[in-house]
């Protein structure tokens, strides 16, 4: 266990956050579904990411599944949005608290992503004997400033499946 982030969640800092349900994680573009992490500008807090995870129900083409961002700090980090859940790690299991992050199903971003972290790729075709996810887990190794967004994305075909964000909110540097 990561003590600064026990300390964090125990202060009530950090945040989880999913979709509802499965749905298709797009391509890079500036129209992005699947999970986009959004810290809005002047929030005044960095969000700290430790960890996010995938998982696909799709695995029949190759494809590359990562995390991408934002090029440069926006003043609108994006408009025409379908939130996601977040909830606190303190308060698991409600909408108690859930801080400045925002987490969207779908959302149309001020600028088209950058590729930022590659997670996994590959392809699975006959039975498929169990799911395994895609786990990231920079622990405060990628920050998401105010103005700013982290969104999973795939590289070369869409894909169907799950996502998570696990960050904690910190006053910014």
């Known amino acids: 266990m990561d003590k600064w982030f026990y300390e964090q969640a125990q202060l009530g800092n950090v945040y989880t956050a ?5 749905g298709a994680f797009t391509v890079l573009h500036a129209t992005s579904t699947g999970l986009t992490l959004e810290n809005p500008y002047g ?4 969000l700290v990411i430790k960890s996010a995870k995938f998982v696909s129900v799709t695995l029949t083409t190759i494809g590359e599944v ?3 961002c934002n090029p440069s700090i926006s003043t609108v980090v994006s408009t025409s949005t379908t ?3 977040i909830h606190n790690a303190k308060n698991v299991g409600s909408n108690i608290n859930t801080g400045v992050g925002r987490a969207y199903s779908i959302a149309t971003l001020s600028s088209t992503p950058v590729w930022l972290e590659i997670e996994g790729n590959g392809n699975i075709t006959g039975n498929l004997g169990g799911f395994q ?3 990231f887990t920079p622990n405060g190794a990628i920050i998401v400033p105010p103005g700013s967004y982290l969104t999973w994305a795939c590289l070369t075909v869409v894909r169907n499946g799950m996502a998570s964000f696990i960050w904690a909110e ?3 540097s």
């Open 18 to 22: 999913s979709p509802t349900t499965t």
């Open 170 to 172: 910190v006053d910014a």
């Open 133 to 135: 996810a895609l786990t």
């Open 43 to 46: 929030s005044c807090k960095d």
């Open 66 to 68: 990562g995390l991408a």
């Open 83 to 85: 939130s996601a859940v």
